[in-house]
């Protein structure tokens, strides 16, 4: 006797559009991993085939990322350079050009040597091929030559080391006046609903406006984004540190920084 389909039963277009979007969105997030879940659908077990075969993707994107022209951030690295969170590693999200790796660890250094024991955190950088490939949700990361950093942060009026307020770095603003309330066509997140759930840390502005200052005074940099309350702040007028502009994530949480 032949069975009924049950409820349970998925129509194949169903299936084909539901799988279709899946590889769109990790396709988005993670520029491999819509690849990764594809591959993934030709074992029987294909969630675990698709870690094995995601997890094989990344590593393998670390030694073909350089014929792109990109270089990966160390996920594992000690040092006074480090990416922020495991999330941008395991998102291949930690990737930019040999040039900008070098003015990133040059002004690192910078920073550590005027004050000593601090680390300077990476965010979001480049997905590992493919210039003009946008990561989401920014609107220029897409050539290996941009790159976030995080803010600096004190405790008790001490310096933290490697302390971002929220778990990603970004989100966690500074509050500051602003024009963007005006425009109606403000892209801007506000996200007042979380400010009250991140850490309770200062910004420390001996670091981060230092390594503003040094960015902007480096020859390689042409771009520097933060926002104009932050640069009031500091009391200093540089060229190359710009307003993004209100139809642009904001920058006070994070210094964009781009060659």
């Known amino acids: 006797m032949q069975s009924t389909p049950g409820f349970w039963h998925v129509p194949p277009m169903t299936k084909f559009v539901g799988h279709g979007l899946i590889v769109l969105f990790l396709t988005m997030v993670t520029q491999i991993g819509g690849l990764a879940w594809l591959v993934s659908r030709l074992f029987r077990r294909s969630l675990l085939a698709f870690v094995i075969v995601y997890a094989a993707f990344s590593f393998a994107a670390q030694y073909t990322a350089p014929v792109f022209g990109?270089?990966?951030?160390?996920?594992?690295?000690?040092?006074?350079?480090?990416?922020?969170?495991w999330f941008y590693c395991a998102l291949n999200r930690t990737y930019v050009s040999p040039a900008l790796l070098e003015v990133l660890q040059d002004n690192a250094d910078?920073?550590?040597?005027?004050?000593?024991g601090t680390v300077t955190l990476v965010l979001d950088g480049n997905f590992p091929f493919w210039d003009g490939f946008p990561l989401l949700p920014h609107l220029s990361h897409d050539d290996g030559e941009k790159a976030d950093l995080a803010f600096f942060y004190s405790e008790d009026g001490r310096y933290?080391?490697?302390?971002?307020?929220?778990?990603?770095?970004?989100?966690?603003f500074e509050s500051g006046p602003t024009e963007c309330r005006k425009s109606w066509l403000s892209l801007?997140?506000?996200l007042g609903w979380a400010q009250g759930i991140w850490r309770d840390l200062l910004l420390e502005e001996g670091r981060t406006f230092f390594l503003v200052k040094v960015l902007a005074e480096d020859a390689r940099v042409q771009k520097v984004f933060i926002e104009p309350h932050l640069k009031d702040r500091m009391g200093a007028d540089f060229r190359k540190i710009r307003f993004q502009g209100c139809r642009a994530a904001r920058h006070d949480d994070h210094i964009h920084v781009q060659l």
């Open 110 to 116: 910078a920073v550590a040597r005027e004050y000593p």
């Open 70 to 85: 990109r270089t990966p951030l160390s996920c594992f690295g000690s040092g006074n350079l480090q990416v922020q969170s």
């Open 160 to 172: 933290v080391p490697g302390a971002v307020r929220s778990p990603i770095g970004y989100f966690a």
């Open 188 to 190: 801007r997140w506000d």
